[in-house]
């Protein structure tokens, strides 16, 4: 009994950890496809604010510098996106994509290049990184029954950035749903020629998404490589920002159940690791790949069958193009 | 020239009041399109005022100028007499100009009080404005009988509501000038009436409207006075009460047309179109149509008339073999005709001797990249004569194409042209050529004018009479009241997915319609 309870409490912890980056990734999504960009480049800009806060990170020893260096490299790739598909109306999916595979190529050139370390950036020291953080009374009430543990060990004791992606959620809820700016970057998605005859810009109203969208993009990469790793590694993202992307769908598009679409996939993660070389009783040891592909098969299965009718924003995924 | 004629005597407003908008001088090319040529107009305040012209005309250009959503390459706006500088419809919004556009420019999924707001939010927060819109719309709605409830969602709403939140819009905004592009496309003839007293009462509190129509019935009832457009320039400006249907057709055609053809009696055969209960739903299984019955015989044109949005467009798809229908049977000439299964159905149909005109040619009629050749023979590509051993014969196609460009006036008639290059009425004659030509005993027609200048709606609908003489069974659907009186032997009344009456068109009047387009009364 004492033993199921440390493990619930060890996975709840673990989910937690492993659903920030999706979370915040997820919420960069939202902004962007909520004003009608497919944003299937947050992956890319992910890894290039990675990257960009361990570099920082590792030069000049301060984790708050590189998340700025991160929120800036991710919004510079965001407009770039943007520049692409709001300036030049090019195609959505095409430019994001392509910013993908330029930053996974570029990232370990320019590491290779500053560090000499193939492709990596420096181990980074405890003070170069995001520590965990113990919220008041976490010692205190560590004894008590139940909710001591609950509280010590899975609220208390992570990193600032995990609490930044859980005061993100309510927040991005709060600008979707109840400012002038939410209302006007719900209807962007939806219907731009309603937004530009309400006389609203619609290529303004769809940079600032994609701002927004950069600066939840750097925190989530800097939370990567320079608070749950220290360090950035090659592709060091694997395919957590088309997770985020399956998420955002898989919560229609809205702040709650995008969350918890979140932490389902890293529900999914934590047992992942917590089943490799674990004998399963009637079949034993699964072999470690068909473990770690749990979660992206779970993906698959509900993404096809449990979601139900999502609809995306009517206007995602097309140019806005006046008509003659 | 006439038209300078016309326009002098205009110069100062009646009655010694004042200009509310005058575009001068306006110039505005898309690509090598000149959309509106030197185009002078000036609306007095406190009046109504149509703008005629047929499609592609340059109206729609005029008043998206006006309202700062295109840019002129040249001329000038003023506004209450002072010079405008309408970059942006944000500055025709803050000089007091508000546009209801044909196509409306809601978002759907959003509430009335969502849609009023947007753009017009007043504070950073939401909640700082929806009170006061709140207010504002209700007052608006006591004032001018344009009561919604502010909170239901757009897509919950009948066409006609919508409209009224459009207006609600433009007059949230504080909007003294209020341009109505094509308002009445969408309506029934009872909605447009209701649409029309509104105005005026908008006309008697000072405010002043700009109605876009190419109805000339509508210019007449409503208008103080009119201005003519063709080809992108004015050719005539002139007082309402000094003008008739007919000279305004004329001057808008450049030449005599004859509104409502003559048509002998028909002389119909055998049913050679049999449906029976039929039920189709739509692409959200949403049943459309609920149980239709009819017959359409030889030597006929049945009409359908309606509201758009009605089961029509899922009839005709149903018994075009594009939509599997969810029961019921549909016989042609005689035979069964398989409807559970999309797919093959269409060309089987075909080859069984069913033509169609689809509702909708930009999506459906016409593959805008392929050259009008290509699109004449369009699902007749197997048919021998188009053919050499396995391979297409294309200078048969373009022969074929070509001749029938001539006969059916597609201008211009150069059958290697990519279907997008023509205009929509010869796009259309197009279409109408293709599936005439390969001579159907039974043709469905759907909207066979929409978007069709008025001389090639003349032809359009002379050749469905003589189709009609020759002993085929027609069957056109319409939203065009006009239309289905003009050309149909007998009508059929559609509304919330059934038929709802049958008239003659010699006895029924367009009210007597336009009840049992809106479901309130039934058939005689």
Same mark, same amino acid.
């Given at each position: ?58 030069v ?13 490299a991710s ?38 290049a ?12 405890q ?35 995990v ?6 959620v ?18 962007v ?34 939370y ?10 090659r ?34 993660d934590?047992v ?53 | 020239?006439?038209?300078?004629l ?6 100062a407003?009646?009655?010694g ?40 005309a ?86 001018y ?43 029934? =003839?009872?909605? *447009? ?5 509104f !105005?005026? $009462?908008?006309? #008697?509190? %000072? &405010?002043?409207?700009?109605l ?6 509508e ?31 004329e ?16 002389? =119909?055969?055998? *049913? ?5 209960? !039929?039920? $189709?739903?739509? #692409?959200? %299984? &949403? ?15 049945v ?60 999506r459906?009629g ?7 050749y290509?699109?004449?023979v369009?699902?007749?590509?197997d048919?021998?004569?188009y ?8 200078a ?7 001749d ?17 290059s023509?205009?929509?009425g ?16 039974v ?15 003349e ?66």
């Amino acid at each position: 009994m004492e033993d199921a309870f440390l493990m619930i409490v060890t996975m709840a912890s673990a989910t937690l950890r492993v659903a920030t980056p999706l979370v915040l990734a997820a919420l960069a999504g939202l902004f962007a496809e909520r004003s009608g960009i497919v944003d299937i480049g947050l992956e890319g800009k992910m890894l290039g604010a990675a990257f960009a806060a361990a570099a920082t990170a590792a030069v000049t020893g301060s984790a708050w510098l590189g998340l700025l260096a991160a929120i800036a490299a991710s919004t510079v790739l965001s407009m770039i996106h943007g520049f692409a598909s709001i300036t030049h109306n090019g195609n959505q999916v095409v430019s994001g994509m392509a910013l993908n595979i330029m930053v996974a190529g570029l990232c370990p050139v320019l590491a290779q290049a500053w560090f000499r370390q193939s492709g990596q950036t420096p181990m980074l020291g405890q003070q170069a990184r995001f520590g965990p953080i113990e919220l008041p009374f976490a010692a205190a009430v560590a004894k008590v029954p139940v909710i001591g543990p609950l509280y010590a060990q899975v609220i208390s004791g992570h990193n600032i950035l995990v609490y930044i992606a859980a005061i993100a959620v309510p927040l991005v809820g709060f600008i979707v749903y109840r400012t002038s700016f939410g209302l006007r970057l719900r209807a962007v998605g939806e219907n731009p020629e309603a937004v530009d005859t309400a006389g609203v810009s619609v290529s303004r109203l769809r940079y600032q998404a994609l701002i927004l969208a950069g600066i939840l993009c750097g925190v989530a990469g800097a939370y990567l490589s320079t608070a749950h790793n220290a360090g950035f590694i090659r592709d060091m993202t694997a395919g957590k920002g088309y997770l985020a992307l399956a998420a955002l769908i898989f919560g229609k598009w809205k702040p709650v159940p995008t969350l918890l679409a979140c932490l389902l996939f890293a529900f999914a993660d934590a047992v992942q690791i917590r089943l490799q070389g674990v004998p399963v009783p009637g079949i034993g040891v699964i072999p470690v790949q068909l473990i770690q592909a749990l979660p992206y098969i779970l993906t698959v299965f509900l993404l096809a069958g449990f979601v139900g009718k999502s609809i995306a924003p009517r206007a995602s995924g097309i140019p806005y193009l006046k008509e003659r | 020239m006439t038209a300078t004629l016309a326009l002098d005597s205009a110069i100062a407003p009646p009655n010694g009041g004042r200009w509310a908008i005058e575009a001068i001088g306006i110039d505005k090319w898309f690509g090598s399109v000149h959309a509106n040529r030197d185009v002078t107009l000036r609306v007095a305040k406190g009046s109504i005022h149509g703008i005629v012209g047929e499609n592609g005309a340059g109206k729609s250009t005029l008043m998206n100028i006006l309202y700062g959503y295109h840019r002129a390459d040249r001329g000038e706006i003023r506004i209450d007499g002072k010079t405008a500088d309408i970059g942006r419809p944000a500055d025709a919004i803050a000089l007091g100009v508000g546009m209801v556009h044909q196509h409306f420019m809601l978002v759907e999924n959003f509430t009335v009080l969502e849609n009023v707001l947007l753009g017009a939010e007043g504070g950073a927060l939401l909640a700082d404005g929806r009170a006061k819109a709140h207010a504002e719309l209700e007052r608006l709605g006591r004032d001018y009988g344009l009561e919604v409830d502010p909170d239901s969602v757009i897509e919950d709403l009948p066409v006609g509501i919508q409209q009224r939140v459009e207006i609600l819009k433009a007059l949230y905004r504080g909007a003294e000038t209020l341009i109505l592009d094509e308002p009445t496309g969408v309506l029934t =003839p009872q909605e *447009a009436d209701k649409l029309f007293h509104f !105005l005026r $009462v908008l006309r #008697d509190q %000072g &405010k002043t409207v700009i109605l876009i129509t190419h109805k000339l019935r509508e210019i007449m009832d409503v208008t103080d006075r009119v201005t003519v457009m063709r080809r992108g320039a004015v050719v005539a400006d002139l007082a309402t009460r000094n003008t008739s249907k007919e000279d305004l057709a004329e001057q808008m055609v450049g030449r005599k047309v004859k509104l409502g053809g003559d048509k002998a009696p028909a002389n =119909p055969g055998a *049913a050679v179109l049999e449906v029976q209960d !039929l039920h $189709v739903a739509d #692409d959200h %299984g &949403k049943p459309r149509v609920r149980g239709v019955s009819f017959n359409v015989r030889a030597g006929e044109i049945v009409g359908i008339a309606g509201v758009s949005g009605n089961g029509q467009t899922e009839l005709l798809e149903a018994l075009g073999g594009i939509r599997p229908a969810a029961s019921g049977h549909i016989r042609l000439k005689g035979r069964e005709v398989e409807t559970r299964r999309p797919g093959l159905t269409a060309r089987v149909l075909r080859r069984m001797g069913l033509g169609h005109v689809p509702e909708d040619r930009h999506r459906m009629g016409l593959v805008h990249g392929f050259a009008a050749y290509e699109n004449a023979v369009l699902g007749h590509q197997d048919a021998k004569r188009y053919r050499k051993g396995w391979l297409l014969d294309r200078a048969r196609m373009v022969n074929y194409c070509g001749d029938w460009m001539k006969g059916y006036d597609v201008r211009p008639d150069n059958p290697l042209l990519e279907a997008f290059s023509f205009s929509g009425g010869n796009q259309q004659k197009l279409v109408v050529a293709r599936e005439m030509e390969h001579t159907p005993d039974v043709l469905l027609v759907g909207q066979p004018t929409r978007g069709v200048d008025i001389g090639a709606i003349e032809f359009i609908h002379k050749r469905l009479v003589a189709m009609r003489d020759a002993g085929k069974a027609v069957l056109v659907v319409s939203v065009e009241l006009d239309e289905i009186m003009a050309l149909s032997d007998r009508i059929l009344v559609m509304f919330d997915g059934r038929i709802v009456g049958e008239v003659s068109p010699e006895t029924a009047t367009e009210r007597q319609l336009g009840l049992m387009m809106a479901g309130i009364a039934e058939a005689t």
